[in-house]
């Protein structure tokens, strides 16, 4: 394995500046998909050789009671200072674990209990609670797919700006734009490196649910001003992996993007672009962590068949 099982650990940094150029230059769908991909890619090649060194750190402990051939010299003399880094990816590895189980059940925990307070009502794509809180979000799952809205939200908004808050809401669902959310919420627990493309997408998926709405409309200035009206009065979704017309983020951001024309949809930018040159150097990182931890999964997996008695 060699050093070749830490470079996907810090490969993720070579996606940081697509993180904010995919943002800025790619149609806010591209980028979501995009941005989703090389984050969920990453995270998966970071976490297995997180794993693999543990399997070289357990070698390390007294009275291991795993198999003998995890202790042969050979299989902890494949990885450079082995005696410093299998031991701190033992605590690593159940750190990743432990933050990703502890998301993936705040997660479903609070999509349960939105569902259950839903129970009472009629069970339609809308759900109009009254309630002094304004808020507005997508709420996936159960029985069906529903918007929750307060009316004291729905009090703030003129006609057509209503009919936008809806179409950006059924955009999220169609888009099922909550699994991206998750799968970026997750893939930062996972490697803390990926923050900025965790943050990225959850600007990207509103971004493109704003598009939606605007063309459901035909107007991106009424999107632009329900944002605005929302974003003033608002409270944040019940969870992060939850979307929102005000979800929190930069907002002025989302607005001055629907004053401007609409975003020209292409899959890939040009090479030679900032942008289509941060594309590449995240592809190849991407493409580098899926060898490294291949490569390096296959070797210890030779070592230790090579160094188990049958």
Known sequence: MGIFVFLPLVLPLTAWPIARLAAQRLHPRTATVVLTGVCTVMAVCST???????????????????????????????????????????????????????????????????????????????????????????????LRDRIVVSTTMLACLSSRERRALFAHERSHLAARHHRHLLLVRLAACANPCLLPLRKAVAYTVERWADEEAAQAVASRKVVARAIGKAALVSRSTPTPTLAGLAAPGPLPRRVAALLEPEPAVRTWPPTFTAAGLALWTAATGVLLSATFSANSAFTLLLLLHTATPL
Do not use: M
């Not at 050789?49 to 003399?77: H, I, K, Y």
């Open 48 to 142: 297995v050789c997180l794993a693999l060194l543990v399997v070289v750190g357990t070698a390390q402990l007294p009275g291991n009671p795993l198999p003998d051939g995890w202790s042969d010299p050979e299989v902890r003399e494949s990885v450079p200072r082995h005696e410093v880094a299998g031991k701190a990816a033992i605590p690593a590895l159940f750190a990743v674990i432990g933050t990703c189980g502890q998301a993936l059940l705040h997660h479903y925990r609070v999509r349960w209990r939105a569902h259950r307070a839903l129970d009472g009502l009629r069970t339609t794509e809308v759900a109009v609670l009254p309630d002094p809180q304004p808020y507005a979000y997508a709420l996936p799952g159960g």
